[in-house]
């Protein structure tokens, strides 16, 4: 039997289980915990407002000259007594003589004589200055006091202020009753809002899932329209750019499979055609060895064409596996100069940057990115390659322009793509291959069209990750 999980049910499920055991939780603890703590408050504040009646009462209490004790007034305020009256709950007094004779009372229900001798008696044992509060359990009743000796110009007395437990217990439990009917009506009012929760939360997932399956059917005409700032909506922008990826990816690949096949198959028809003339002994003589020219030509503009898409999927594969050192870019662009400079000697290269400038990378790599730039702008350069380099915070910053023509509109935005290429383009991977050694390297390359022409622009760190 599959053990059941709650992380294997949906998230609506989920969002309301967990709810409904945290509103389980708390309500249980506060049930426990409420109770208890009302009646503790209840039992503090029964003590404090029986000490201020008995402080009031000490004022206004008065004796015969026989000692007979005179009216009172009443022992409570009268908004008091009104406050306390719908809880059925009042204070009671009695006064004796230091010989424990009871010189008189007010009570509101009679309680027994031997209780009055339990409260005389302990009121009696206390010796302290400030007035004793107390309990004490008599039969089936309990009773929090009290009480305090005083003195009347001479004659000492003991006052003792009482209420019964079982009222400050009705109290308790009225109050908690009202209570647990609110904490009812407010747990059905966030039932309700849980589940609106729930399903605020999950209809957009449900959005996103019902997308994937779409994308997994190749399905790119959607766009997912989530308005909000919290992490929904940021998973949801992330979702559409994966979605805009994936689009153009897909769309690069077909295109590459077009551009490789066209490329391919030009090269392996001209093969075929020589070869089989030469089969069958079209060609003689000069036209033989022409044909084999060809053939040779063909081939190795073939083998050319595939060992650069092997270099273009080892570097992207192999990002993390490069051969990292310092490498002086102020040298490597003299060499390159050297190099290149032979190919159309009518172009003039400005090259302006500081000697050195050091950068942490893959230097055969960078090397090989730059010449495939600088070989595209040399077709195009009508006169002069202008090449500036300078550092900003923590990246180097490298400009290529040429005052060629400008790039095409059409061609601008996926220059960097395999087997896209302008008219004087050759196989169209020089520049996809810049793009994946900068990418490798954690660079950036641009290309736009100044009034001067265009102007490739690089980025690259001046120290590289995997050095840390």
Not at 139 to 168: A, P
Not at 206 to 226: G, H, N, P, W
Not at 230 to 242: T, V, W
Request: glycine share 6%; proline share 4%; aromatic share 10%.
């Amino acid at each position: 039997m599959t053990q059941w999980k709650l992380k294997n049910l949906p998230l609506s499920r989920q969002i309301l289980i967990l709810f409904m055991l945290l509103t389980l939780l708390l309500g249980g603890s506060v049930g426990i915990l409420y109770p208890l703590t009302i009646k503790q408050y209840l039992v503090n504040n029964t003590y404090s407002l029986l000490e201020e009646e008995l402080q009031t009462l000490s004022g206004h209490i008065a004796f015969s000259e026989d000692r007979e004790l005179l009216p009172f007034p009443a022992s409570a305020p009268y908004f008091l007594q009104l406050l306390l009256s719908r809880y059925e709950f009042s204070f009671d007094v009695i006064v004796f003589s230091t010989d424990g004779q009871k010189l008189g009372e007010r009570v509101t229900e009679r309680i027994p004589v031997d209780a009055y001798q339990a409260l005389y008696k302990v009121s009696s044992s206390y010796a302290g200055k400030r007035p004793q509060h107390g309990s004490l359990d008599f039969g089936q009743e309990s009773y929090l006091f009290v009480s305090k000796k005083m003195d009347y110009h001479g004659f000492q007395y003991y006052m003792i202020l009482f209420s019964k437990e079982r009222e400050i217990n009705q109290i308790n439990t009225l109050l908690t009753r009202q209570f647990l009917l609110v904490f009812i009506i407010i747990l059905a009012v966030s039932m309700l809002l849980a589940v609106w929760f729930s399903r605020y939360l999950s209809n957009p997932l449900r959005k996103l899932e019902e997308s994937c399956q779409r994308i997994a059917k190749r399905q790119f005409d959607i766009t997912l329209m989530v308005d909000r700032e919290d992490e929904i909506g940021q998973l949801s922008r992330s979702f559409n750019a994966m979605k805009n990826h994936l689009q153009e990816y897909d769309e690069s690949q077909r295109h590459f499979v077009q551009n490789i096949s066209h490329e391919l198959k030009t090269p392996i028809m001209a093969i075929q055609g020589y070869a089989q003339g030469l089969l069958d002994g079209v060609f003689q003589g000069p036209q033989a060895e022409k044909g084999l020219a060809i053939i040779m030509e063909e081939s190795k503009r073939l083998e050319k064409v595939v060992e650069q898409l092997l270099y273009i999927t080892k570097v992207e594969s192999l990002s993390q596996m490069l051969q990292t050192s310092r490498v002086d870019l102020s040298e490597m662009f003299e060499l390159i100069e050297q190099r290149l400079s032979v190919l159309n000697p009518q172009i003039a290269w400005d090259v302006r940057m500081p000697s050195p400038l050091l950068i942490t990378a893959d230097g055969e790599q960078l090397s090989v990115a730059f010449m495939n730039i600088l070989e595209n702008q040399l077709r195009y350069a009508k006169s002069k390659l202008t090449i500036r380099a300078h550092t900003a915070s923590s990246q180097v910053i490298i400009t290529l322009a040429n005052d060629g023509p400008p790039i095409e509109e059409t061609l601008l935005p996926n220059l960097f793509q395999r087997f896209r290429k302008g008219k004087a383009g050759k196989h169209g991977l020089g520049l996809a291959i810049a793009r994946a050694v900068m990418e490798a390297h954690q660079g950036s390359i641009q290309v736009e069209n100044l009034p001067d022409g265009p102007c490739f622009t690089i980025m690259l760190p001046l120290s590289h990750s995997t050095d840390h």
